[in-house]
């Protein structure tokens, strides 16, 4: 495991938004397993290859499902690489009343595609390993954090014990523009799992750091999605079979509010009744 030290710099989001493309600059990637600190040793990101024992069987379920994930992921347009981008949302979710939903819930995914939920859950397993063995300090402190959600909310292993994470999200071939991930619990990290074939580029750059991650193929990335600005760089197809999933686990901050699923249930039934009444009384 090697150690990088970094240097925060000054940097504001351009106005157009774009992500940065990397131009060719191959040795600016950081690839491998490493640990990126400042200059006081404290920890910026992390990332270390996973076992393809674990990733393999998720990949194949991410790409034997592609019309269910037509049907139900989030679809953008095709861009000049060829590809189509997407995303789809797994684990928990908070209230949305906008969209009818009242009360703390469990994806649609959970609920209907059981071998796929379970890949990803299996996979936060290893992530969840992975960052507690190299990061024990972060990780520490990580989950006194999210310990602010109850058990019933986050991913758990097989034997129960419950995780960090309480949601996801598969990003299908999505070079994402700068961004900081808002809705995540505040000082809780975020891992990323990359699935990658035939293509180029797709890498994750921290540009107050001047971090550009490698994001390889069965690759885990563990960092701050709350607090640090990232983005990732275009994404070439090289192959007619080519594809790059990656798998993002967080914390939601709006999760603390969840009561214990019975009471939850409950309580979202009284929302929809008294939304029900609202809307009755205003006609």
Request: proline share 5%.
């Amino acid at each position: 495991m090697k150690t990088v030290v970094a240097t925060r710099q000054a940097w504001e989001r351009p106005p157009d938004n774009r992500t940065r493309a990397l131009a060719g600059d191959d040795a600016k990637i950081l690839r491998g397993d490493a640990i990126v600190t400042d200059a006081e040793h404290n920890p910026v990101v992390f990332q270390s290859n996973i076992s393809r024992e674990y990733t393999a069987d998720l990949a194949r379920l991410l790409n034997d499902v592609r019309s269910w994930n037509d049907a139900k992921m989030s679809t953008g347009s095709t861009r000049l690489s060829g590809f189509s981008n997407a995303n789809l949302t797994f684990g928990f979710g908070p209230p949305v009343p906008m969209r009818q939903r009242y009360g703390c819930t469990a994806s649609v995914l959970w609920r209907d595609n059981p071998p796929l939920a379970a890949a990803l859950e299996r996979c936060a397993v290893v992530a969840d390993a992975a960052f507690a063995a190299a990061l024990p300090g972060v990780y520490a402190g990580h989950r006194a954090i999210t310990e602010q959600i109850l058990p019933s909310w986050r991913f758990r292993r097989d034997d129960g014990v419950p995780l960090t994470w309480t949601s996801g999200i598969v990003n299908r071939t999505a070079a994402l523009p700068y961004h900081r991930d808002s809705g995540n619990l505040i000082g809780s990290w975020s891992a990323m799992v990359t699935l990658r074939r035939g293509v180029n580029g797709g890498r994750l750059h921290l540009p107050e750091w001047d971090l550009t991650l490698g994001c390889e193929d069965s690759s885990v990335t563990i960092f701050d999605g709350q607090g640090a600005w990232h983005g990732v760089t275009p994404i070439t197809k090289l192959a007619d079979d080519a594809y790059r999933y990656t798998i993002v686990y967080y914390a939601k901050r709006a999760m603390c509010g969840c009561l214990e699923p019975g009471e939850e249930s409950v309580r979202a039934a009284l929302r929809a009744t008294k939304s029900a009444d609202d809307i009755a009384g205003k006609r």
